[in-house]
């Protein structure tokens, strides 16, 4: 609790005791606990779907996409700009992102990275990296691409990218 709010009951008692005013103070406190607590279940609910946050970024960053398909090696887009952030597996539906550059997203948007990643880990979105590495793990974005990428840390996501990949299709 607030030491405001504590505050604020330390004085009513004390004005209760001393007969400055003559209000039901644990009335009032258990009033007060049931708005906090409300506002509390209010805020829960209007928490942000992190799916939702990743595709997000997937659109603001399709620039710096690089789409291929592992199992031919088909480029369905290759990146067109200097950077390359996400590279999306139109076959298995994996979708690798920078760590560096969604934790700065993340963190420009007040979102706990430690709450995306376990939640996410807990839905069985966000991989871990082979074995019992923990994420994000090093990989080459680049792979299979003629601009190869050195080696970065990245997250890897399961997500279903036929929206995105279909879009991109039909926009060529």
């Known amino acids: 609790m607030d030491w405001r709010l504590a505050a604020v009951f330390a004085a009513g008692e004390l004005a209760v005791k001393n007969k400055i005013i003559d209000y039901d103070i644990e009335e009032l406190y258990r009033f007060i606990l049931e708005k ?34 592992e199992d031919t090696g088909k480029i369905a887009m290759g990146p067109r700009s200097d950077s390359l952030v996400i590279r999306i597996d139109v076959s ?16 420009k948007l007040q979102i706990n990275v430690s709450h995306f990643e376990n939640t996410l880990l807990n839905r069985d979105i966000l991989r871990k990296g ?3 590495m923990t994420t994000p793990y090093k990989m080459r974005l680049g792979t299979g691409w003629k601009n190869g990428v050195a080696n970065i840390r990245c997250y890897e ?16």
């Open 36 to 69: 906090l607590h409300a506002m509390h279940n209010e805020t829960n609910k209007a928490t942000v779907s992190y799916e939702d946050l990743i595709n997000e970024f997937i659109i603001t960053n399709m620039t710096s996409t690089l789409m291929i398909d």
């Open 92 to 107: 298995s539906g994996s979708v690798y992102i920078s760590s560096a550059a969604l934790k700065k997203h993340l963190e």
């Open 130 to 132: 082979g074995g019992e």
């Open 157 to 172: 996501f399961k997500l279903d990218v036929s929206d995105i990949v279909n879009q991109e299709s039909a926009d060529d």
